[in-house]
């Protein structure tokens, strides 16, 4: 009987110490590949460089890619402490082309296109990702951004994730 009670009670602790790795080494390379201050906590202009550059979450692993820290511009806006809008932009007529979200959780960055032409609403987007996170196309491919499209813009198109044109697994449109 005590024996059965002392198997349990190392099998218990042998299955909490494992679960305990598990979330530790999760916990460990996030930090590793993603760096970036909170919306909350706008670095001041008087720090050093470094300080001022950030990392937004790499797809599939891939090294990391610092980029300028955006949120720091006057146009962002903080919807709350996960989500701001990083930019939009409209055409001459008043039309929103695209917008352009950061959600801080999960150190990611949407783009909503919102016109037609979505080709043009893409490239006009990923132009501004390029100047507003100071990094070059290729680099702005190995970011985790998702691209899409709402239902009443393109049902054919609404759902999937575009991706960054010319980059693996991106739809071409």
Known sequence: MKIKFIIYVIIFLIGVSILLFLFREKDKSSEESLDIPPVNNPINSDQDITAQSALVASKFGENKVVVRNFLVDEDVV????????????????????????????????????????????????????????????????????????????SPMMAGKNLGVSGCLGSISI
Do not use: H, M
């Open 78 to 153: 903080a919807y709350d402490e996960v989500t701001s809008r990083i930019s939009q932009e409209k055409s001459v007529e008043g039309t929103l082309w695209y917008e352009i979200f950061y959600f801080s959780q999960d150190r990611t960055i949407v783009v909503s296109l919102q016109t037609e032409p979505l080709a043009t609403a893409r490239a006009l987007a990923e132009n501004e990702l390029i100047n507003k996170l100071g990094v070059s196309k290729d680099q702005l491919c190995k970011l985790n951004i998702r691209v899409s499209v709402p239902l009443e813009v």
